[in-house]
């Protein structure tokens, strides 16, 4: 692994293992709506992220508008579309997640997490031209193994993941084309453009204001923990590693919420599911082998022929 790399590699592992436990301060508020949950996620995000901006970023602020201003009619243009465009696609994968969560069912919540990675590395791989190894092609192959295993039971469940999993890989892709712009401010940026296009969903269907106060400690851990922290380290990584190899470290994300959901909430697993989360994560160990000898053993990567679109 080149200089520097391993703490992009560690930012997305940390990223993608913290979203496995979502669930847990999630399911303790499920009796509230899940567009409720969705609103004081965004807006309390938004307050302390920009709350953080004002007192500690200013400069970095300044630096991004220099750059923007820069830019050409057209650049301007697109650098406002794209912010756009995945303000939307991060909205509404917290939505359809929350919703997955507390409506459907965890293991088809955790199985989006599965389909994110395969949408993320082919998307990468068409739309940003990254090179893929004959190796890391086989991990793929793995990995689409365990998801046809997977796919054998509810039709819905399956339709509802790749959903899911579509609005995240997309967003993911969003950020790796605007490489130049600070990731927390983006992150500001995108929890603001969210805010907005929430908030008249919000005035249309509020109800009352939450009372309780474990409502407000549970949503303010999920600000900071489980939405602020993990998505700016998601963030930050894309800076130092391609898109497809962040999509299948992403694998880890349904393997904590699976053993989540197993050994915390005692939820059942078949013989079946059990065989596709061991293929999971030897697709997640295949992928990245190189990195992880090097990080590990010492050893220099191999070269491996890579294939290009």
Known sequence: MKAGQL??????????????????PLRKIQHY??????????????????SYIALFRVKQVKSDLGYFYSLDKSGRKRIIILCLLSGVLISGNWFTYIYAVNNVNLKSAAFAYMV???????????????????????????????????????????????????????????????????????????????????????????????????????????????????????????????SSTLGIIIYLNPIVAFAVAFFYFHEGISLHQLYAYSLLLAAVIVFNWNTIKEIFFKIPAPEFPEITP
């Open 7 to 24: 703490k992009y590699f560690l930012a997305a592992i940390i990223s993608v293992v913290t979203w496995g436990f979502f669930s847990i």
């Open 116 to 242: 994110c990675p395969l949408i993320t590395a082919f998307a990468g791989f068409l739309i940003l031209k990254e090179r893929l190894s004959m190796l890391k092609l086989i991990a793929l192959g793995i990995a689409s193994v365990s998801i046809l295993i997977l796919a054998q039971g509810s039709l819905r469940d399956v339709l509802w993941s790749v959903f899911v999993a579509a609005l995240y890989s997309f967003f993911l892709i969003v950020q790796k084309v605007m490489s130049r712009m600070d990731k927390f401010n983006m992150l500001g940026l995108q929890l603001f453009i969210a805010t907005v296009l929430m908030f008249p969903f919000f005035i249309y269907s509020f109800r009352s204001f939450p009372l309780d106060t474990y409502f407000w400690v549970d949503i303010v851990i999920i600000a900071i923990f489980f939405t602020i922290i993990p998505l700016y380290l998601s963030l930050y990584a894309l800076i130092g590693m391609p």
């Open 33 to 50: 709506p899940s567009d409720e949950i969705l609103y004081y996620r965004i807006f309390t995000s938004l307050i302390f992220t920009w």
